[in-house]
Nanobody
Framework: VQLQASGGGLVQAGGSLRLSCVASGRTFSRYGMGWFRQAPGKQREFVAAIGWSGGRIYYADSVKGRFTISRDNAKNMVYLQMISLKPEDTAVYYC????????????????WGQGTLVTVSS
C-alpha cells in the first residue's frame, strides 16, 4: 500500500491542524490505519489508530482529548484532527497501514508514508 500524508505546518500553541493521509494499492476498507510521530532526536512514537470500519480506536495518553482520528473509506483517507496543540507536539507525523495478515489489536503496521512536519510554536 502507498500512503501520502499532508496537512502539516506551523501553528501557535493552542492552535489546530488537520492531517490527511491518502492510501492506494490495497482495499482500504479492509485494514486499520494509524498515525505516528517522531520529534527531533527522539524515537518514533504511536499517536492514534483506527480499525478498518472506523471503530476500535486507540490513542496515546499524551494526545487523548486533543486529537481525533477518523477515516473515510469511500475516499481512501484517514485524518488526524489536532486541537489545543502544544510545543511538545512538534514532530514529523507519519501515517501507517496495518500489516497484512496481522491482528488489529497487535497494532502491527507494515506500510508507512512519508511524513508531514508539524511545528508548534510557544
Amino acid at each position: 500500500v502507498q500512503l501520502q500524508a499532508s496537512g502539516g505546518g506551523l501553528v501557535q500553541a493552542g492552535g489546530s491542524l488537520r492531517l490527511s493521509c491518502v492510501a492506494s494499492g490495497r482495499t482500504f476498507s479492509r485494514y486499520g490505519m494509524g498515525w505516528f510521530r517522531q520529534a527531533p532526536g527522539k524515537q518514533r512514537e504511536f499517536v492514534a489508530a483506527i480499525g478498518w470500519s472506523g471503530g476500535r480506536i486507540y490513542y496515546a495518553d499524551s494526545v487523548k482529548g486533543r486529537f481525533t482520528i477518523s477515516r473515510d473509506n469511500a475516499k481512501n483517507m484517514v485524518y488526524l484532527q489536532m486541537i489545543s496543540l502544544k510545543p511538545e507536539d512538534t514532530a514529523v507525523y507519519y501515517c501507517a497501514a496495518q500489516r497484512e495478515g496481522s491482528i488489529w489489536s497487535s497494532l502491527d503496521f507494515g506500510s508507512w508514508g512519508q511524513g508531514t512536519l508539524v511545528t508548534v510554536s510557544s
